[in-house]
């Protein structure tokens, strides 16, 4: 059971390239989450999902897109990447059931725009 | 928009002290959780409180959820330099939010030897 997992772990962009965050999960959750960390700033959440093919915006989407086809697997696209979104970036996953609330995080992947 | 203000932002403190972080909002949540982070690592949960007034304890630690669930705090007895990281809050609503947490600042603690 390896958990959330996400690639790279590392990625250095220049402006204005665009990438995929890949990330998946082998504990059949239905609810995925996209968060972005800044130093000193918490996490704060882009995308959700609850379900295949269903998603949602999170607190900061600008620059962003993403799509669940799978239960497994939910990517992030960044489209026309900027400086702004130089972050580490990590990915959740959550089974809903009764009152379990635990969100299970991936590794991170350290994005650097330049 | 939530927020959840955590405090303080830093602590260094020696090993064997005792410390109390905490976690203040102006709205309520139907749940705070709280999660520790290594460098290079994800965060990793560590308790989820839900009902207002409740007192959980893990080992040294023991978190409180306050009466009115708008706040709460960690307080951690006798530190060691194994509890340094990065301590998370984050408070989920009820209803429809999917489950969707958010996130205090984090208090960076460093236990030194």
């Known amino acids: 059971n390896a958990g959330v997992t996400q690639t790279p772990k590392f990625r250095i962009l220049k402006i204005g390239q665009s990438m995929t965050l890949q990330c998946t999960q082998d504990m059949n959750h239905n609810y995925m989450y996209w968060y972005r960390q800044d130093p000193g700033m918490g996490l704060k959440l882009i995308y959700y999902?609850?379900?295949?093919?269903?998603?949602d915006k999170g607190e900061v989407p600008n620059g962003y897109n993403v799509s669940r086809s799978t239960t497994e697997d939910f990517p992030l696209r960044l489209e026309l990447a900027a400086p702004s979104q130089t972050s580490v970036y990590f990915c959740?996953?959550?089974?809903?059931?009764?009152?379990?609330?635990?969100?299970?995080f991936g590794p991170g992947t350290r994005l650097t725009v330049t | 928009t939530q927020l959840l203000e955590q405090s303080p932002q830093f602590l260094s403190i020696q090993e064997g002290e005792n410390l109390t972080v905490y976690c203040n909002s102006s709205s309520v949540f139907s749940s705070l959780q709280w999660y520790r982070q290594e460098p290079g690592e994800g965060p990793v949960l560590l308790v989820t409180?839900?009902?207002?007034?409740e007192v959980k304890k893990l080992k040294r630690l023991t978190f409180q959820f306050g009466d009115a669930r708008k706040d709460s705090s960690l307080h951690i007895t006798a530190a060691q330099p194994g509890d340094t990281g990065l301590y998370l809050c984050?408070?989920?609503?009820?209803?429809?939010?999917?489950?969707?947490?958010?996130f205090g600042q984090g208090t960076i603690l460093t236990v030194h030897p």
């Open positions: 959740a996953s959550r089974l809903v059931f009764r009152s379990s609330y635990e969100q299970y």
């Open positions: 999902s609850v379900g295949a093919g269903i998603t």
């Open positions: 984050a408070g989920t609503s009820g209803g429809t939010s999917y489950g969707k947490l958010t």
């Open positions: 409180v839900v009902t207002g007034g």
